[in-house]
């Protein structure tokens, strides 16, 4: 087992390994001091561990209430979230209890923002069950639901007080799954020049799990305990992000975030080449790694579309825009351009 701990406004650890969910009791005794635990899974995630995990709380004596809602990105709804923090009223759980999102980013997304705002935050622990929570939704304390006009639009910064990465979990993910996964770990690989890159090129990273799930804990824990609160540093984990956010709206949400990041990545680092910051050689690399991942694709739509999409994130204030560039494997760079610059990167990167 591995443990990577994170020192931000709270401080809790992140725990790497296995058997994890059948000893879900155990594991969270020390940080509560209440009996009742809410878990929260997407009917899936339950069908395959809820009756581990429920088995295990209950032999240690804890009071189980189950919330479960269908898979997929269109649960993080408005009603899911309702639902939840009533279903929280209902178990009467108290600040001393717990809430336990068991599942991918979804999950942890919903279940972190009923946590955070149910009674003015209770406490939660995380347990990712997909790669992608593994080694980036679980971590680091954002939280959010969609609106009907557009992603994330609602949500806190509040930080678990675990995180329970179990690895057995992962085996049952389907490929697709895995893939997107895979697009966030090379990410990683492109912004911090530790060897993760030749790691995850030179030895598949389903044959590694809890190495490099660590390593990009290890990362991200970095960014988040330098900036917290994302104004300034943790930009750096939204390389591929800017035009990855707009491939995912532009396609009304069927490409996948992992695979829309992963366009993102290489359409950025394309624009890079032409605009001097990075060799081609740098690209050559990137675009094989994505390609041994089954992550390699062109920008699908146009570039007038996509710079649409661009205007309505979030993360732009002021006309202005801050994009991640890349200069060499391991080592990026955040620039702030003007919207209308935004265009011509994205032009560059090969859209339509
Ligand atoms: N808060 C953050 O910092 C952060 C970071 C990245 C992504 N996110 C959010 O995370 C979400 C995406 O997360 P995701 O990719 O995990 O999606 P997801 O939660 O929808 O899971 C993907 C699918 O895999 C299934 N699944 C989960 N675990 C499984 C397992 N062990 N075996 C078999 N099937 C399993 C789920 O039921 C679902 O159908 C997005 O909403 C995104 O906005 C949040
Ligand atoms: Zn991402």
Redesign the pocket.
């Known amino acids: 087992m591995q443990v990577v701990t994170v020192n931000a406004s709270k401080k809790y650890d992140v725990k790497i390994g296995t058997g994890f969910v059948g000893n879900l009791g155990e594991e969270i005794a020390p940080l509560m001091s209440g009996k009742k635990v809410m878990l929260v899974s997407?009917?899936?995630?339950f069908s395959?561990?809820g009756e581990r995990a429920v088995s295990s709380l209950e032999k240690s004596g804890y009071i189980v209430s189950i919330f479960t809602f269908p898979?997929?990105?269109d649960s993080?709804n408005i009603n899911n979230y309702t639902n939840l923090v009533e279903a929280l009223f209902d178990a009467q759980l108290t600040r001393k209890d717990l809430v336990i999102a068991l599942?991918?980013?979804?999950?942890?997304?919903l279940a972190?923002f009923a946590a955070a705002t149910f009674q003015r935050g209770v406490g939660i622990v995380m347990v990712?069950?997909?790669?992608?929570?593994a080694v980036?939704?679980?971590?680091?304390?954002?939280?959010?639901i969609?609106l009907t006009k557009g992603?994330?639009q609602i949500?806190t910064f509040y930080q678990p007080l675990e995180v329970l990465c179990d690895i057995e979990?992962?085996?049952?993910?389907?490929g697709e799954?895995y893939i997107?996964?895979c697009s966030?770990i090379i990410k990683y690989a492109m912004i911090v020049n530790d060897g993760l890159f030749e790691l995850i090129r030179d030895k598949e990273v389903i044959d590694q799990y809890e190495e490099i799930i660590t390593r990009c804990i290890t990362i991200k824990r970095d960014y988040v305990e330098a900036d917290e609160f994302d104004v300034g540093k943790r930009m750096m984990l939204n390389f591929g992000h800017t035009i990855g956010h707009a491939v995912e709206a532009c396609s009304g949400y069927k490409i996948?975030?992992?695979r829309a990041v992963a366009i993102g990545m290489s359409a950025i680092t394309k624009a890079a080449v032409v605009n001097g910051y990075c060799t081609e050689d740098t690209r050559m690399q990137l675009d094989e790694l994505l390609e041994q991942y089954e992550l390699l694709d062109e920008l699908p739509f146009k570039a007038e579309d996509l710079m649409e999409c661009v205007k309505v994130d979030k993360k732009n204030s002021s006309g202005m825009l801050r994009i991640v560039i890349p200069k060499a494997i391991g080592i990026c760079t955040i620039k702030e351009i003007y919207k209308e610059e935004c265009f011509k990167w994205i032009v560059l990167g090969g859209a339509r």
């Open positions: 997407d009917d899936k995630v395959l561990y898979n997929g990105e993080k599942g991918g980013g979804v999950v942890t997304d972190g990712p069950t997909t790669l992608l929570a980036d939704a679980s971590v680091g304390g954002k939280n959010g969609n992603k994330n949500g979990t992962l085996w049952t993910l389907p799954e997107n996964g966030e996948p975030h992992g």
